[in-house]
Nanobody, 116 residues
Framework: QVQLVESGGGLVQPGGSLRLSCAAS????????MTWFRQTPGRLRELVAA????????NYMDSVRGRFTISRDNDKNTVDLEMNSLKPEDTAVYYC?????????WGQGTQVTVSS
C-alpha cells in the first residue's frame, strides 16, 4: 500500500531554516508528481510546493516562492522541502502527498513551529 512518512519538523526561530523529508513506498515513485501541503487549525489544507516526476519542473505558492525549495531523489524514493527565512506565518502541519489514479494519499504530517 502507499505509504508516505514525513520527518524533519520542529521548532525554529524566525529567519531560521528547516528541511523536511518524505519517504515514499508502495508505488512507482519516479512516475508520480509529488507535493507538499500545509494546514493550520481552522483553515483548509493549502498546496505549498509541487515537483514533477523527473524533478524538472517545480511550483510554489506565492508566499513561499524564493524561500522554499522542493527536491526529490528518485533513487531513494524521497522528496524534500528545504525551508529558509522562516516566518511565524509558516507555522503549520506539513504533509507530503501524492495523487495516484485519482486517489490522493497523505502522510501523517509533521509540525513546523516558527516562534521566538
Amino acid at each position: 500500500q502507499v505509504q508516505l512518512v514525513e520527518s524533519g519538523g520542529g521548532l525554529v526561530q524566525p529567519g531560521g531554516s528547516l528541511r523536511l523529508s518524505c519517504a515514499a513506498s508502495g508505488f512507482t515513485f519516479n512516475t508520480a508528481a509529488m507535493t507538499w501541503f500545509r494546514q493550520t487549525p481552522g483553515r483548509l489544507r493549502e498546496l505549498v510546493a509541487a515537483i514533477t516526476e523527473t524533478g524538472g519542473i517545480t511550483n510554489y505558492m506565492d508566499s513561499v516562492r524564493g524561500r522554499f525549495t522542493i527536491s526529490r531523489d528518485n533513487d531513494k524514493n524521497t522528496v524534500d522541502l528545504e525551508m529558509n527565512s522562516l516566518k511565524p506565518e509558516d507555522t503549520a502541519v506539513y504533509y507530503c502527498s501524492v495523487l495516484i489514479r485519482s486517489i490522493r494519499y497523505w502522510g501523517q504530517g509533521t509540525q513546523v513551529t516558527v516562534s521566538s
